[in-house]
């Protein structure tokens, strides 16, 4: 265990339906990130929390929405989906400031596929 | 815009041979580069990591390299064992938040 948990692991949703992932970590971190895992790509980051303010949105769609109540946990609503959103979701924590890198600690992951 | 290309993309080895994955990246500003394993099921783990003012850095029998002038680094696996087989990851960090990862590496170790 990485001490990032991630909820749900499989989710099977269609394009018309509302749904949230959601990661906690109990590592103490300040940072937390999504990114998007697709087959045969490299691991692309969507979002950075650094003490509950955004920081890194990087060009996501509005169909993804983040929401980070506190340092721990860490929320992605999903809404209108398209099937090419269909991948794995990979949460990460860490710590760290600007300027300076720290490794990340990644959760198992929710695979989801949009319908 | 910032960049880390990694090869081979599939890499298959015999028990107890050496495995090597190399990687370059874009941004002459990077200054940390670490090395994550993924196995089926799970999120990506830290195996190695290093900065750029070091050279080279070894952790039993995982070690990475890091010519700064040429903007390359490696990941070397020595007497690699089934357990090894996994997806290997490079990246790459000019600090803070934003990590820039190489599309991967399958590694399976035959035995």
């Known amino acids: 265990e990485t001490g990032v948990t991630q909820t749900p692991r499989h989710l099977v949703m269609g394009m018309t339906n509302k749904k949230s992932l959601k990661c906690e970590q109990h590592?103490?971190?300040?940072?937390m990130y999504w990114y998007k895992q697709s087959a045969k790509k490299p691991l692309e980051l969507m979002f950075v929390y650094n003490f509950k303010e955004q920081t890194e949105n990087n060009s996501v769609p509005s169909r993804f929405s983040p929401e980070c109540p506190n340092s721990s946990h860490l929320f992605l609503h999903l809404h209108t989906l398209q099937p090419e959103d269909s991948a794995l979701y990979l949460c990460?924590?860490?710590?760290?400031?600007?300027?300076?890198?720290?490794?990340?600690?990644f959760g198992p992951g929710t695979r989801l596929t949009v319908t | 815009g910032e960049n880390v290309e990694q090869h081979p993309s599939t890499l298959s080895v015999q028990e107890g041979d050496s495995a090597v994955i190399k990687c370059t990246y874009s941004d002459s500003a990077s200054n940390y580069f670490p090395w994550y394993k993924q196995e089926l099921g799970k999120g990506p783990q830290l195996i190695i990591d290093i900065r750029s003012n070091v050279g080279e850095k070894k952790d039993q029998r995982i070690a990475v390299t890091l010519n700064k002038t040429a903007k390359h680094f490696s990941l070397h696996i020595t007497e690699t064992q089934p357990e090894d087989s996994a997806v290997y990851f490079c990246?790459?960090?000019?600090?803070?938040?934003?990590?820039?990862f190489g599309a991967g590496t399958r590694l399976f170790v035959k035995a």
């Open positions: 590592l103490g971190h300040n940072a």
């Open positions: 990246a790459a960090s000019t600090g803070g938040f934003k990590t820039i």
């Open positions: 990460a924590s860490s710590q760290g400031r600007a300027g300076v890198p720290y490794e990340q600690y």
